[in-house]
């Protein structure tokens, strides 16, 4: 199946082990629909600047546990291909609280939340 090299190219974000495990996913997303990546690949997708594969920087040996997000992102420059770490956020909290950038961000919000009520 036909992977784009947008997508072949955006592996390098990835940590070496990660490599090979991410390009058999996209090989098996091509082989069940292969249109689906070469659309995806010429469409406006976040993250841009090819870090799609960003959160496996992290070497796949150091993971113990892997969180699972989903978007839509509030605003492009949230998008940076880590889960829950939103780029648009500097500071999490303002004099009135979380800060408007965190509220902006569902599930960072969600994430504070959850913190805050099992902090007591």
Known sequence: MNVPQTFIDALQL???HWQPVLERGLQAVA???A???EQLAAEHYLPTGGRIFAAF??????????L???????????????????GAVKDLWSDAGLSKPVN???????FMKMLMVADG
Do not use: I, K, W
């Open 14 to 16: 990835a940590a070496p």
């Open 31 to 33: 082989a069940a629909d």
């Open 35 to 37: 249109g689906y990546l």
């Open 57 to 66: 920087a992290q070497p796949l040996n150091a993971v113990r546990y892997v």
């Open 68 to 86: 699972v997000g989903e978007g839509p992102y509030p605003r492009e420059q949230s998008a940076t291909g880590v889960c829950f770490m939103d």
């Open 104 to 110: 902006r961000a569902t599930s960072l919000r969600n």
